[in-house]
């Protein structure tokens, strides 16, 4: 018959054990354990169990607490106490008919039949539907309290000692009533006490002093522990391993760019760009650096500051592009306090903030007229004046611009001034564009390649023959900038170990440059064909050959 739960029952229905329970324990000798040597067994109340004697209960203690720790041991100890109280449950109720006061009375007195302890229940009642739970029960001649006192355990350790006595009574409410109870000991006989107090409320009554009970009963397993602290050292060492690669890289890097000895500059341009470079670092004169975008012109600026005598000082960058003249000119000059609307403080000019050292101004071609004589005032008189000042401020800068625009043409139309176009170009520094280095492409596609294999972790990454090809037959419109990002995108898709044309961009696979039908591979022509879905005329149009070309390799590498 199914087990009727009662929500409420008050103190008064707990005082006094009944008969078919107070029996059990009244008797001075016990009738209800039998021993059998001949054949090994012991019996209490005809249920097969087995005798230990304390000094063994002792021993497995002590071990537990040697293996484990003193946390773990009174974990595990609750959590077996707690299942071996719900086992005992369900068989209170089966012989008790369902009877969930009587199976409630059970649990001390068979507990002290089985010589745990001396049971003196004291107040128990409940109000389910007010979820409230109130049970304690004094305990005398504990043996885990005398377990507990042979231990010689600190009390500063471990304040109580009845770890799966208290836990045994958790799960036997717990499961008798289909509620989390937790069960603690507030007093101890085994620190000198009289006697040992269990007390028990429903899980939500207690509070943060509950805590140890409530993780011993939703622990993992060791196993899985164990397999966690596996997996969070793997990880720990993946990201101590990343973290080296990256600082490794970071330094290299920062070698590449401090240094013009680590340009990569194997194409006679470069060199000669490079030479350059070398032969104005110690000289303070503006330097003027011209080359399309992504050229990589702040690189170079970079390694002629840090190669120089102003290398342990500021390296300022101001940017023209996308910001309107008057702000620009704002950023670079400064301004005083309330010489702007809203201006409530003061602010310092880039060419305040790299006094000492480098101030690179990229694309200055887009300076206006305005900012463009007071940037020429400041080269001419190493001081300038910031919005709204008097006096000027001095400023010991060196000026390095960048410009992809041809400055003498727009002098010559009036967008530049003439005298500050002579004042920069002292020094001009002409930076190839990427498409025309030649190999130097791939030298720095391998830097990349290094670089990102570092930073995503994929180790042992190679290029294809077709996709090295790839990247010669490209026009790189956005220069050493498009490449990196080319190069980053293909070590993030590659699935192999090997990097082939299927990982580049449309422009890329393109290539832009005409060609013939000759220097397609078979791979650059399959990959076209599987962006477009088989289509071949926007195949061809997307390697940039026309349809009787693409037919023509087709046909010449046998491809369907």
Same mark, same amino acid.
């Given at each position: ?10 103190? #008064?229905?707990?005082? @006094? ?42 021993? *497995? ?28 449950? %369900? ?6 008919? #369902? ?29 389910? /539907? ?28 471990? @304040?109580?000692?009845?770890? +799966? ?38 899980? +939500? =009554?207690?509070?943060? *002093? ?7 009963? &939703? ?5 899985? =522990? ?18 080296? $690669? ?45 080359? =399309? ?10 390694? !002629?500051?840090?190669? %120089? ?8 960058? !101001? ?11 704002? /950023? ?9 609307? %809203? ?13 000492? %050292? &480098? ?10 007229? @305005? ?57 001009? !520094? $002409? ?28 180790? $042992? ?55 013939? #039908? ?5 791979? &650059?022509?399959?990959? +076209? ?32």
């Amino acid at each position: 018959m199914p087990t009727v739960i009662p929500t409420k029952l008050s103190a #008064q229905v707990f005082y @006094e054990l009944p008969p078919v329970l107070a029996h059990y324990v009244e008797q001075e000798r016990n009738s209800w354990i039998e021993a059998l040597p001949k054949s090994g067994k012991f019996y209490l109340r005809d249920r097969q169990g087995l005798f230990v004697d304390v000094s063994v209960i002792v021993s *497995e203690r002590r071990t537990q607490i040697d293996y484990l720790g003193l946390e773990r041991a009174r974990a595990l100890q609750y959590a077996a106490g707690f299942q071996a109280g719900r086992t005992d449950a %369900g068989r209170h109720l089966e012989e008790f008919n #369902q009877n969930v006061r009587l199976a409630l009375q059970a649990a001390p007195v068979f507990r002290q039949l089985q010589g745990w302890f001396v049971a003196q229940p004291g107040k128990f009642e409940f109000d389910l /539907d007010a979820r409230t739970l109130y049970r304690e029960i004094a305990l005398n001649d504990s043996v885990e309290a005398l377990v507990f006192r042979h231990l010689m355990i600190d009390p500063n350790q471990c @304040e109580f000692a009845c770890w +799966a006595t208290a836990g045994y009574f958790s799960g036997h409410v717990s499961e008798i009533l289909e509620r989390r109870v937790i069960a603690l000991e507030t007093d101890c006989a085994a620190h000198g006490g009289k006697t040992c107090r269990i007390v028990m409320r429903l899980d +939500a =009554e207690w509070g943060s *002093e509950a805590d140890w009970a409530r993780r011993a009963l &939703t622990a993992e397993t060791l196993q899985k =522990e164990f397999s966690k602290l596996d997996e969070a050292v793997a990880g720990a060492r993946k990201a101590e391993l990343r973290a080296r $690669n990256a600082l490794n890289d970071l330094n290299r890097r920062l070698r590449s760019e401090l240094m013009l000895e680590t340009i990569v500059a194997g194409h006679p341009a470069m060199q000669t760009a490079v030479h350059r470079a070398r032969q104005v670092v110690d000289i303070d004169v503006p330097v003027l650096i011209k080359g =399309e975008t992504g050229a990589g012109k702040e690189s170079l600026a970079r390694a !002629i500051h840090y190669a %120089g005598p102003r290398r342990n000082k500021p390296f300022e960058i !101001i940017d023209c592009l996308g910001i309107s003249g008057h702000l620009l000119t704002h /950023d670079i000059f400064g301004y005083e306090k309330d010489a702007i609307p %809203g201006a409530t403080r003061a602010h310092a000019g880039a060419f305040q903030r790299a006094n000492g %050292g &480098t101030l690179y101004i990229n694309e200055i071609a887009s300076l206006t007229l @305005e900012a463009q004589v007071m940037l020429l005032r400041a080269l001419r008189e190493g001081a300038h004046y910031p919005l709204g000042a008097e006096v000027p401020v001095k400023s010991d800068v060196r000026l390095v611009a960048a410009t992809q625009h041809d400055l003498r043409e727009k002098s010559e139309s009036g967008e530049f001034l003439r005298h500050l176009y002579d004042a920069l170009s002292v020094v001009v !520094i $002409n930076l190839p564009p990427l498409r025309d280095r030649g190999d130097d492409i791939l030298r720095l596609a391998e830097d990349y390649l290094r670089h990102f294999s570092d930073r995503y972790d994929r180790a $042992n990454l190679s290029f294809s023959p077709e996709f090295r090809q790839a990247l010669l037959n490209c026009e790189w419109p956005g220069n050493v900038r498009q490449l990196s990002n080319v190069i980053e995108h293909a070590v993030i898709m590659t699935e192999g170990s090997t990097i082939d044309v299927d990982q580049l961009p449309d422009d890329v696979l393109a290539g832009r440059g005409p060609r013939s #039908q000759v220097e397609l591979g078979e791979k &650059t022509i399959k990959a +076209a064909l599987r962006r477009t879905n088989g289509n071949r005329g926007q195949a061809a149009q997307l390697l940039g050959i026309g349809r009787t070309s693409l037919w023509r390799a087709m046909s010449r590498l046998k491809i369907s």
